[in-house]
């Protein structure tokens, strides 16, 4: 019943940047989160960046320092602000989403994808 649609990608050159949204159809409360993963090309999915309703951040490793998420409690969107864009950057982004429910069950839905591409 949760919808969850990407926006923002497309082609860009390295050492660019590229802000992605993600709008989602529920009202995201204090411990609901959003978060960001990425499928390289002959990779697994992979996590990127997470933020709860209440702004708590994790951010990978691999792409810490260059890469920050943000989330409009209003507009219910997640932002992933990718800057010094890398060849090994290219990838379909995902938005995930998880939802605590009174009854301790999480539900958890995906986005389709953007594509976001990376010349050198």
């Known amino acids: 019943q949760v919808q969850l649609v990407e926006s923002g990608g497309g082609l860009v050159q390295a050492g660019g940047s590229v802000k992605l949204s993600c709008a989602a159809s529920?009202?995201?409360?204090?411990?609901?989160?959003l978060a960001w993963y990425r499928q390289r090309p002959g990779e697994q999915r992979e996590f990127v960046a997470s933020i709860t309703g209440g702004g708590r951040t994790n951010v990978a490793v691999s792409v810490k320092g260059r890469f920050s998420i943000s989330r409009d409690i209003i507009r219910k969107i997640a932002y992933l602000e990718m800057n010094n864009l890398q060849p090994e950057d290219t990838a379909v982004y995902y938005c995930?989403?998880?939802?605590?429910?009174?009854?301790?069950?999480?539900?958890?839905?995906w986005g389709q994808g953007t594509q976001v591409t990376i010349s050198s």
């Open positions: 995930n989403g998880r939802w605590s429910e009174n009854n301790g069950d999480v539900d958890e839905y």
């Open positions: 529920r009202t995201i409360f204090y411990d609901d989160v």
